[in-house]
């Protein structure tokens, strides 16, 4: 049977890219942090089917690939299966029904919104099926009997039209083992045409699916808080075939939480060290689950960037989010993150219901201490089947699944009970500022020097720790000269952290 399994994102990205990058010397700044990495989800789900044996199987991402060759590879198929995010469900469905109206193929919907929404896509003719969670052991079943609707009742987590109606089997048990989850099908991309596109070339890896918390705007749907990780040598097996096979200058790992188990972080860091792999990495992480231990060995292993999500400085609104995080705890963890020597970014979440402008004061309060090296600050949109969305959806003006992906926070979504949109954007600006101004002076460059000092000297370890770290930053750095000469030059901090001379 030949697939094809498609990631939609919206074509306006791919004009953005060709503006952003058209010159070689044009600064992009944080802009890489949405840099167009090889969807991890249907490559991996390629790699299953591949495995099974009976499938000839092609990758297209709507991020970089054209309608054309889009529609090649639906005319090629024998099967159609599309990806989805919320911001990505318009896109998605704009394919589905091309898919299923132009070319008469057989097509399965999976991802977030289609496990959340998926009378989205049915009732508008875009799917046939549409999975629930996990599409691992799924699909397959769904591909066998994709031609007798009249046994589709039997298969575990599937929605599809019955008699016109909504109709749901029981949802699968999510996969135990992740160390027998193939790696993504990396080999079906054109890896090259990834690189070209991206301040610093890399390629992202997942090594544990889910989140134990219950934050109420995040949309846990596919995972629910069931979490799941490779052993540490498995996925140290992972970086190292990626390294050997594309020798990327930088890995970002993708797992939802990272850092959720301590000993797990230690032992893959210590495995890189043993192995002697020289890259650099970053991760998204909790700023209350790091420690000095997993920070010392993180930065040893060649982490160089953190991704935490804040969310607020204001303890009632931590509360109200359900986010189990107190302001204690957050500049603990950013204290250590720094005297570690780690560059970290906080993701703050604005125009949450409860907000006030004393929160906002808060959280630009807690931002000044916590010292930060980069701040993005987000409007909240909520997201279909989160518990956020079941309380203010009754406020909504906009249709989320409406508005592409790239203007979210751009566009006012509901009426918020005492910000504008506009009184939001402004609270945003201010944060920036503010942040800016702290990290910007001499006094906190200073104060970051004492910090290192000070737990250097409580830690003698650390000496011994630069020591290596510089010796496998040499040795990175000689890897990747000859393939990536040009980025080492165009960036001499780090290869994760670009220059930022735009607003």
Request: with cysteine; proline share 6%.
């Amino acid at each position: 049977m030949k697939v094809v399994l498609i990631y939609a994102k919206s074509q306006t990205l791919r004009g953005r890219v060709a503006n952003t990058y058209a010159e070689e010397d044009t600064t992009r700044g944080e802009y890489s942090r949405d840099e167009i990495y090889p969807p991890l989800g249907i490559s991996t789900l390629a790699a299953r089917l591949e495995s099974l044996g009976g499938y000839e199987v092609r990758l297209i991402d709507d991020s970089l690939d054209s309608i054309e060759e889009i529609r090649a590879g639906m005319e090629w198929a024998d099967a159609v299966g599309i990806s989805s995010l919320t911001p990505n469900a318009k896109r998605a469905r704009e394919l589905g029904l091309i898919s299923r109206k132009e070319y008469g193929k057989p097509t399965v919907l999976g991802g977030p919104h289609p496990t959340t929404n998926p009378e989205y896509f049915l009732e508008a003719g875009a799917a046939d099926i549409c999975v629930q969670g996990e599409g691992d052991l799924t699909l397959p079943e769904v591909l066998q009997a994709i031609d007798r609707p009249e046994t589709w009742d039997s298969i575990q987590g599937i929605t599809f039209l019955k008699d016109g109606e909504v109709h749901a089997t029981p949802r699968r048990e999510l996969v135990k083992n992740m160390n027998e989850v193939p790696w993504p099908a990396y080999h079906l991309y054109d890896m090259t045409k990834y690189f070209r596109t991206m301040v610093t070339p890399g390629i992202s890896i997942m090594t544990s699916r889910g989140c134990p918390f219950s934050c109420t705007f995040c949309d846990a749907e596919m995972t629910p808080r069931q979490y799941r990780a490779m052993t540490p040598e498995n996925a140290v097996d992972l970086i190292q075939h990626l390294l050997e096979t594309y020798n990327p200058p930088q890995i970002f790992i993708f797992d939802d939480l990272f850092t959720i188990q301590r000993k797990r972080v230690i032992g893959i860091c210590k495995e890189i060290v043993k192995r002697d792999l020289c890259f650099e990495w970053s991760c998204e992480s909790r700023v209350d689950t790091v420690d000095f231990e997993m920070l010392r060995w993180m930065r040893r292993a060649g982490c160089v960037k953190i991704y935490f999500g804040l969310e607020s400085g204001s303890p009632n609104v931590l509360v109200t989010m359900k986010k189990d995080v107190t302001p204690e705890k957050i500049l603990a963890g950013s204290r250590v993150t720094r005297q570690i020597g780690i560059y970290y970014k906080f993701f703050i979440l604005y125009g949450f219901p409860s907000d006030t402008e004393e929160d906002h004061r808060l959280t630009e309060d807690l931002v000044a201490e916590a010292r930060p090296s980069a701040v993005s600050v987000s409007i909240l949109v909520p997201i279909p089947g989160t518990e956020v969305y079941e309380q203010i959806k009754h406020e909504l003006v906009g249709d989320v699944t409406e508005t592409e992906f790239h203007f979210w926070h751009h566009t006012e979504m509901w009426k918020h009970p005492r910000f504008t949109h506009d009184e939001l954007i402004t609270e945003r600006e201010r944060l920036l500022k503010r942040h800016k101004a702290v990290v910007s002076g001499m006094r906190h460059k200073l104060l970051k020097k004492w910090e290192r000092l000070v737990i250097t000297v409580r830690h003698p370890v650390l000496l011994l720790d630069f020591v290596d770290i510089m010796r496998r930053k040499r040795k990175h750095r000689a890897r990747i000269a000859k393939q990536w000469g040009s980025v080492l030059k165009r960036d001499p901090l780090s290869m994760q952290i670009p220059s930022v001379k735009v607003n």
